[in-house]
């Protein structure tokens, strides 16, 4: 879909990334306030985005722990720990390799081969589903849960700081706002994928 009909060439790329896009966002109904909120809101989720895919914050919680953790076994302990407890998911289920794959978004060879390297770390163990003796569960050791609080401890120390001077007003309307971008992205995402 191209939102504009100039060519993307030298003289259109060095005007800038938002230019016409107020026009663009008027003629769709927007006003040039909220043209202009949203223009913003596009370069501080660009700054935002390169300090995740840089792993900055990620970097900063793994130095706090105890235990040294790469990041795809940090991403494996984690997940695991959100399928237990049904965070961020419709419901709590016992982890499976299956779950953990799909958590973290890599093949289950993959995710099998991270769980192999936290049980041997003691930070994961292997148990038998409730339902069903022939399957196999994964669950957090105590060595795993003490390292799941440091991270807690820490995420939530930096949290503090950064939501510091905020107002309680504020810190309500970010909240809200935020997680009704990320589900209405999701919802779009879906919507695409369904189009085929």
């Known amino acids: 879909m191209r939102l504009f009909s100039e060519p993307l060439d030298e003289k259109t790329v060095s005007r800038g990334p938002h230019d016409g896009l107020i026009d663009w966002l008027g003629d769709r109904g ?9 223009m913003e809101f596009d370069i501080a ?7 995740v895919m ?3 914050v ?19 302990l984690t997940s695991v720990a959100r399928i ?16 953990v794959a799909d958590e973290m978004c ?25 339902e069903d003796a022939r399957k196999s569960i994964l669950r957090l050791t105590p060595k795993g849960i003490e390292t799941m609080h440091k991270f807690r401890d820490t995420k939530w120390t930096m949290l503090a700081q950064v939501f510091d001077g905020w107002t309680e007003a504020e810190i309500e309307a970010f909240s809200t706002l935020f997680r009704r971008y990320a589900l209405s992205i999701g ?4 919507r695409d994928r369904a189009k085929g």
């Open 106 to 130: 890599v093949d289950p060879s993959r995710a099998s081969r991270i769980v192999a390297d936290l049980v041997a770390r003691d930070l994961l163990e292997r148990g038998v589903a409730k």
């Open 30 to 38: 927007y006003s040039v306030a909220s043209a202009e909120a949203m």
């Open 187 to 190: 919802d779009f995402i879906a």
């Open 45 to 51: 989720y660009f700054q935002w985005f390169r300090i």
């Open 84 to 99: 237990a407890t049904g965070l961020g998911r419709p419901a709590p289920e016992e982890p499976t390799i299956g779950l």
């Open 58 to 76: 990620r970097d900063l919680l793994l130095r706090a722990l105890d235990e040294p953790l790469d990041p795809a076994s940090f991403h494996g």
């Open 54 to 56: 840089r792993g900055e």
